[in-house]
T-cell receptor, first 113, second 115 residues
Framework: GQNIDQPTEMTATEGAIVQINCTYQTSGFNGLFWYQQHAGEAPTFLSYNVLDGLEEKGRFSSFLSRSKGYSYLLLKELQMKDSASYLCAVRDTDAGGGNKLTFGTGTQLKVEL | ETGVTQTPRHLVMGMTNKKSLKCEQHLGHNAMYWYKQSAKKPLELMFVYNFKEQTENNSVPSRFSPECPNSSHLFLHLHTLQPEDSALYLC??????????????FGPGTRLTVL
């Protein structure tokens, strides 16, 4: 089975940097995804890590440590539009076909002036 | 239409009704998924279809019945639902390749209310 933990809520200031953590305990691991979901909208893909280290994509970066079962999403130069829920998801190693993801509950980020 | 579309966007039904949710992906993907999203709970994977074949049924009650007639369309047939089945039902698709992220693209969801 999979267990994924992330904080429920975070608040940060416009222009600042925020780090959203995700820890996981899984029976198998084949990559970790971060998705962004605005209220009432579909989740959209942000980043993917399968090897240890940092992946950078513009204002967003994601880090993975497989030995620690730990990832974080780093958002720089925060903007009001970054207020959303950020979902951490782990992909299973099950090769049954398709792409089995287990999601955390999501971290609701509020960006304030 | 582009991406993943879902209809209807909102649905209210009684416990004795039968209804269907429809999902269509315009991305040429070979895998499709149904998820349930309830308040304060993680996205729950319900079903996975790979090349039209069901490869995952995540212990979903039989009152939910999926159908995948082709790689572009996915249905979720609903009958005799319970109020606790009220949730946002999300469809997603992905292109399964051995050397890629294989990220899933989500539709906007159907907000279901069971009275």
């Amino acid at each position: 089975g999979q267990n994924i933990d992330q904080p429920t809520e975070m608040t940060a200031t416009e222009g600042a940097i925020v780090q959203i953590n995700c820890t996981y305990q899984t029976s198998g691991f084949n990559g970790l995804f971060w998705y962004q979901q605005h209220a009432g909208e579909a989740p959209t893909f942000l980043s993917y890590n399968v090897l240890d280290g940092l992946e950078e994509k513009g204002r967003f970066s994601s880090f993975l440590s497989r030995s620690k079962g730990y990832s974080y999403l780093l958002l720089k130069e925060l903007q009001m539009k970054d207020s959303a829920s950020y979902l951490c998801a782990v992909r299973d190693t099950d090769a049954g076909g398709g792409n089995k993801l287990t999601f955390g509950t999501g971290t609701q980020l509020k960006v304030e002036l | 239409e582009t991406g993943v579309t879902q209809t209807p966007r909102h649905l209210v039904m009684g416990m004795t009704n039968k209804k269907s949710l429809k999902c269509e992906q315009h991305l040429g993907h070979n895998a499709m998924y149904w998820y349930k999203q309830s308040a304060k709970k993680p996205l729950e994977l319900m079903f996975v279809y790979n090349f039209k074949e069901q490869t995952e049924n995540n212990s979903v009650p039989s009152r939910f019945s999926p159908e995948c007639p082709n790689s572009s369309h996915l249905f979720l047939h609903l009958h005799t639902l319970q109020p606790e089945d009220s949730a946002l039902y999300l469809c997603a698709s992905s292109q399964e390749r051995s050397s890629s992220y294989n990220e899933q693209f989500f539709g906007p969801g159907t907000r279901l209310t069971v009275l």
